[in-house]
């Protein structure tokens, strides 16, 4: 597989998972709609690291995967998302580990407000990459 068809099928993938956390914030799943959400954002952050030319590290933090492509590409953008929406890309990552182990319930509330930062860091990192 090239380097472009790993990122298309990145991208791929992770518009999968946004669409299949919006079908599951319809039918009252918000645990699973917040897994989705962070599998999403986790997938086009390591896609958008490729697109910069640089293999993306073993990790689930969205926020380390935002360091990095902050470092890269010097963009103050891509810090001003992190430092804007450190607690709910926290929140995100969290929801990654406790899907698996820990019974946490999210609020419709929460999980629209985490989708509109997905959709958010995603419309930038997109902008600033290309």
């Known amino acids: 597989m090239t380097k472009l068809e790993e990122v298309e099928h990145l ?13 599951q914030i319809g039918r009252g799943f918000h645990d699973l709609a917040v897994f989705s959400l962070e599998q ?12 910069l030319g640089v293999d993306f590290p073993r990790t689930h933090s969205v926020r380390r995967l935002l360091k990095l492509i902050h ?37 419709y509330e929460e999980v629209e407000r985490l989708k509109k930062v997905v959709k958010e860091v995603m419309r ?4 600033v990459i290309g």
Do not use: C, H, P
């Not at 580990?97 to 609020?107: C, E, K, L, P, Q």
């Not at 930038?124 to 902008?127: L, T």
């Open 71 to 107: 470092e890269i590409a010097g963009n103050d953008r891509i810090k001003e998302i992190l430092e804007r929406f450190s607690m709910e890309l926290g929140v995100l990552e969290d929801a990654y580990i406790m899907s698996r182990y820990v019974a946490r319930d999210y609020t």
């Open 11 to 23: 991208l791929r993938r992770s518009r999968g998972f946004y669409e299949t956390a919006v079908m």
């Open 40 to 51: 999403s954002l986790q997938l086009f952050l390591k896609a958008s690291l490729l697109k």
């Open 124 to 127: 930038v990192v997109g902008e």
